[in-house]
């Protein structure tokens, strides 16, 4: 992998307090200041000041930690491969990032919804829509785990209206593409350290897809962003903070004055385990995201041009797209007639 600069102006990514918005006209001035900088210069932030509970958090990270402790035939019991909607637990190196495998296993969570099986007219995308998985051994994890969906689909949609109103658009103009029928995404990650076999992603590099990620990490490191230089720096911890990250579909709306960014993990040395949570503020799948308004469209320079990896106008064939190359598995068992042709 690149080597990490250790340019001392890239030592840590901007930080927010988004409780600025509550302390008066002149406070939450500055906090559209800092928001509007970090999300067109950098695409990722620091964010304090979220308003989350600590209790609310160490009840999150306790239940994964209990999860990531089962004996492996109670995890893989929720094999992902059983789901065709992709949720449930995902082995060490069977996800796919660029092609390559991600040292790392997980649980994957969605809004708790019947299955929609799409009608031969319908989008494929409703697949995604369908109920999760949980050890039944463990019932906090899914207390927890809806619960952390619930308040982190609150507090991006909060910081969403400030990033908006930060650029002069309309805070509420996304508003109705999420609601009750949103699409929020929860992982929870274990990187159970060094592959052993000298590959170290732990997930290679990529960017999100949907709006907003506000990811929890532990302290032990290993978030890296790509910052000006085109070099990828390291994200150091800050504690009791979310990093947040721009996903494609806010730099599609905003004709890439905002930036979604290239980001990646590398495992841990030896034996070292991280952990992580990253939450994903997406829109209905069906939801068409429209062209901001805002004044300074007149400076954005244009989406990144990717010809690998197109972006659709409903979000839902967005996500099937990515979820389709991470988990082969799943798609080779469910989904064989949505795979392109070799």
Excluded: C
Excluded at 142 to 153: K, Q
Excluded at 231 to 253: D, S, T
Excluded at 304 to 327: C, I, M, Q, S, V
Aim: proline share 8%.
């Amino acid at each position: 992998m690149t080597n990490v600069s250790t340019n001392p102006s890239y030592q840590q990514l901007p930080i927010i307090d988004l409780s600025a918005a509550d302390r008066g006209p002149q406070a939450r001035a500055l906090l559209h200041a800092q928001l509007h900088s970090a999300a067109h210069d950098v695409g990722f932030f620091q964010l304090v000041g979220h308003g989350v509970p600590k209790g609310e958090i160490d009840a999150l990270v306790s239940a994964m930690r209990r999860f990531f402790a089962l004996p492996e035939d109670e995890r893989l019991a929720l094999d992902n491969v059983r789901s065709p909607h992709f949720r449930g637990y995902t082995r060490t190196g069977d996800e796919r990032t660029g092609g390559s495998r991600d040292w790392r296993d997980q649980l994957d969570i969605g809004a708790e919804r019947e299955a929609r099986i799409p009608g031969a007219d319908e989008p494929a995308y409703w697949w995604l829509q369908g109920p999760n998985q949980w050890p039944g051994s463990l019932p906090e994890l899914r207390t927890a785990a809806l619960g952390w969906i619930a308040r982190l689909s609150g507090v991006a949609e909060r910081l969403l209206h400030e990033l908006l109103t930060a650029i002069g658009a309309p805070a509420d103009f996304y508003d109705p593409i999420f609601g009750a029928r949103a699409h929020p995404h929860l992982k929870l990650v274990r990187y159970p350290g060094s592959a052993g076999d000298g590959a170290d992603q732990g997930v290679g590099a990529h960017k999100d897809y949907g709006f907003l990620t506000l990811l929890l990490q532990d302290q032990v490191g290993g978030l890296q962003v790509q910052r000006e230089d085109g070099l990828f720096h390291e994200v150091p911890p800050v504690e009791g903070a979310f990093v947040v990250n721009l996903g494609e579909l806010l730099e599609v709306a905003t004709d890439g004055y905002l930036v979604a960014t290239n980001h990646r993990v590398v495992s841990p040395p030896g034996a070292t385990e991280r952990f992580s949570v990253p939450f994903f503020y997406n829109p209905r799948l069906d939801a068409r995201v429209e062209p901001l308004t805002f004044p300074y469209a007149s400076a954005a320079p244009g989406v990144t041009d990717d010809p690998g990896n197109p972006l659709f106008a409903e979000y839902g064939y967005n996500e099937l797209k990515g979820k389709l190359r991470a988990h082969p598995l799943v798609a080779e068992r469910h989904h064989g007639t949505l795979l392109s042709p070799a």
